[in-house]
């Protein structure tokens, strides 16, 4: 056995490692010391704010190369079990500390090798690198490739406004091109709204479990996220009533269609009810509908269904590219200047060559062709979600590019993704996407495009039933 000393305001303290735990064989061997450090302090054998020794130093009394301690102390912090404080080092973290905001919140799928990463949005095909491959040969004989090398306006370029404007005409409405932003996809296009809408202390209302990309965006604007009830139809009206009496909101977040992460599409007497409410209080709908031409459903967006009150977010990310890095907000004529002006601010102006890029494949119908497949493989997916998950509680849609699985007892969704994760899945558990302190279900969101293949989706998905059917066998292991 070996015994790494751990000196903590003049206590000695000890992290076991008996060598029968580190093995060449089995997971990899970062892994297994993870799962051990882990293990020691949920057992108690280290306690909050006890300091971990140097990483060199557990290399070198275990024998192995420091950038695998690097990787299992990385995993840790990851997992809000660890944290690491300017001059005194790596330590335990209190019990009630949650992870970290930028390791909550990644968005990037992971390389690690063996993990079939199921907890990052991303388009079920290659669709997009195909049709760039062969476009970008050509793209220099377009007429506007020339402006590319110049400063745009803030809005972005007419020429591309015009294309998204009649691309999204039924979403947006007919005249949406005057009243358009060109934005670095939708977090960007979001980021702008409040800057250039909200001022520090402005309430913005959200539902209670929402897109987690809004918590650290209300908190650079000085904005207070308040949380609002949902049933499976989205934002409960009598609780955004009450809500609306009691904080007096500046605007209330909404994603109406497949919602992240519950894949809730919100039905149209809803919609209308809670845009009835908005309009009745003044205030400002956010629509982000970055999903919205995957739903199967024909149904009425807010902006169109109060379209002087509703600011549309849309973006090609969730069904073209996420790398493609092109979004777009409509808003009232009022507030397009000062939403303008917060882009030109924040970056004077989009890519042209991003927006060249787009407008082409709008306007040859590759990005038709591109969402057309999309759905022919969500739905293939939808089908081995249905053959593997179906017997749980779960809440998606055969378009939908997420699942929420309702975990049965006695999983709760932070030791059900760690369990996941150790068993070769990522998944992506509530608390990532809570607001306020109200009680979180016991729930993780699967990503179903994610998947690098039907085959990875249908072992991915297998390992997750194995845990939800078996959660007291590993549970128990666990410990």
């Not at 793209?139 to 803030?154: A, E, G, L, M, N």
């Not at 409405?173 to 980021?191: F, P, V, W």
């Not at 378009?399 to 929420?404: E, G, L, V």
């Amino acid at each position: 056995m070996v015994q790494t000393e751990l000196n903590n305001d003049n206590q000695d303290k000890f992290i076991m490692l008996d060598g029968a735990v580190i093995t060449e064989d089995g997971p990899p061997i970062y892994r297994q010391l993870a799962d051990h450090i882990e293990a020691q302090i949920r057992s108690g054998i280290l306690s909050p704010g006890d300091r971990l020794p140097p990483q060199r130093d557990v290399a070198r009394e275990l024998g192995i190369n420091l950038t695998t301690v690097t990787r299992a102390f990385s995993l840790l912090q990851k997992q809000g079990l660890i944290e690491s404080r300017p001059g005194r080092g790596t330590l335990v973290a209190s019990a009630s500390r949650p992870p970290r905001e930028e390791n909550a919140f990644r968005s990037a799928p992971s390389d690690e090798s063996g993990l079939i990463d199921l907890s990052v949005n991303r388009p079920a095909t290659t669709a997009y690198i195909e049709e760039l491959t062969s476009l970008l040969p050509r793209i220099s004989r377009d007429p506007r490739f020339k402006s590319v090398q110049d400063y745009q306006t803030s809005d972005g370029p007419v020429w591309a406004r015009n294309a998204v404007a009649q691309w999204a005409a039924t979403k947006m409405g007919n005249d949406s091109a005057r009243h358009l932003i060109l934005t670095e996809g939708a977090q960007h296009g979001l980021s702008c709204v409040l800057m250039g809408v909200t001022q520090p202390g402005d309430v913005i209302l959200a539902d209670a479990i929402t897109y987690q990309g809004i918590n650290a965006l209300a908190r650079s604007h000085g904005t207070e996220l308040r949380g609002v009830a949902m049933d499976r139809d989205g934002m409960l009206p009598d609780a955004f009533e009450a809500a609306c009496l009691q904080w007096h909101p500046r605007a209330a977040f909404l994603v109406p269609s497949m919602q992240n992460p519950t894949a809730i599409t919100i039905p149209e007497q809803r919609r209308r009810e809670l845009a009835a409410i908005a309009s009745r209080f003044n205030v400002l709908i956010i629509e982000d509908d970055v999903y919205g031409p995957l739903v199967e459903e024909d149904i009425p967006t807010f902006a169109s269904i109060e379209p002087e009150l509703t600011i549309y977010i849309g973006c090609l990310s969730k069904y073209i590219a996420p790398g493609l890095r092109y979004g777009f907000v409509r808003a009232p004529r009022t507030l397009v200047g000062d939403i303008a002006s917060a882009l030109r601010i924040n970056c004077w102006s989009i890519s042209p060559l991003t927006a060249l890029i787009a407008t082409v494949m709008i306007e040859d119908g590759t990005v038709d062709a591109i969402i057309t497949r999309q759905k022919e493989e969500l739905r293939a997916r939808y089908q081995i979600v249905q053959n593997v998950l179906g017997r749980f509680d779960i809440q998606t849609q055969p378009t939908s590019t997420h699942c929420w699985v309702h975990l049965p007892e006695p999983w709760r969704a932070a030791g059900f993704a760690r369990a996941a994760q150790r068993e070769g899945v990522g998944v992506l558990p509530a608390d990532t996407f809570a607001i306020g302190r109200d009680p979180v279900p016991h729930a993780v969101r699967v990503n179903i495009g994610a998947a690098r293949s039907r085959d990875d989706l249908l072992k991915g998905l297998t390992i997750i039933a194995n845990l939800l059917e078996n959660g007291h066998l590993h549970l128990h292991n666990a410990v």
